[in-house]
């Protein structure tokens, strides 16, 4: 499984989907994992969008079906602001260069990626950071990679996206709502 690729996939998917703007089916409940918002204060008038948040999960699927993939999104459709978060777990061994690099390479492959960070350089724990734009909006993500004791990749990734309605409005909510997202803990040393 390619833990890179399915996070990357998750800013794509999900501005894909948010940019057709199709209105969300009634509340459908989403499988929740322990907390599917991670530590993000989503606002209380940001709702639940199971489609962003299905296209998001689909996409991680599509890529690598052998993942367990678990997939929310929020967003104030009238200003036009999405935030979606993907937790992944994988099942096959990987190195974190690897999964990095892979990541990459799959955002730079669907978006224009204009700021990408990626800290520290540790073997079994990463956090990644980047600004993109493409299929008609603009957004930040935050991805938190770690690998277990076995070398089996884990990740958690938030994307907040916005298209051209208010802009400025969703980017001025976008930074402190990634800020917030709890990033994965590095595996404990073996003695």
């Given at each position: 499984m390619d833990v890179a690729r399915l996070i990357g996939v998750l800013?794509?998917?999900?501005?894909?989907?948010?940019?057709?703007?199709?209105?969300?089916?009634?509340a459908e409940a989403?499988?929740?994992?322990d907390e599917?918002?991670?530590?993000?204060?989503?606002?209380a008038v940001w709702k639940e969008l199971?489609?962003?948040?299905?296209?998001?999960?689909?996409?991680?699927?599509?890529?690598?079906?052998?993942?367990?993939?678990?997939?929310?999104?929020?967003?104030?459709?009238?200003?036009?602001?999405?935030?979606?978060?993907?937790?992944l777990d994988g099942v096959r061994r990987d190195t974190m260069a690897g999964v990095v690099k892979t990541m990459q390479a799959a955002i730079d492959d669907g978006l224009e990626v204009q700021e990408w960070t990626s800290s520290p350089d540790a073997?079994?724990?990463?956090?990644?950071?980047?600004r993109f734009t493409g299929h008609g909006t603009r957004g930040q993500l935050r991805a938190s990679l770690v690998l277990d004791?076995?070398?089996?990749?884990?990740?958690?990734?938030?994307?907040?996206?916005?298209n051209d309605r208010q802009p400025s409005v969703c980017e001025n909510a976008c930074t402190p709502l990634l800020a917030q997202l709890q990033l994965l803990e590095p595996p404990p040393a073996t003695p």
């Open positions: 800013a794509l998917a999900g501005c894909t989907s948010a940019a057709a703007d199709a209105p969300p089916p009634a989403i499988a929740a994992k599917p918002r991670h530590g993000i204060d989503v606002p199971p489609t962003v948040a299905e296209a998001a999960s689909g996409a991680a699927l599509a890529i690598a079906a052998d993942a367990e993939v678990h997939a929310h999104a929020w967003g104030e459709t009238a200003r036009g602001c999405f935030l979606a978060i993907v937790a073997e079994d724990h990463a956090e990644l950071q980047a004791a076995r070398r089996i990749p884990h990740a958690l990734a938030a994307a907040c996206f916005y």
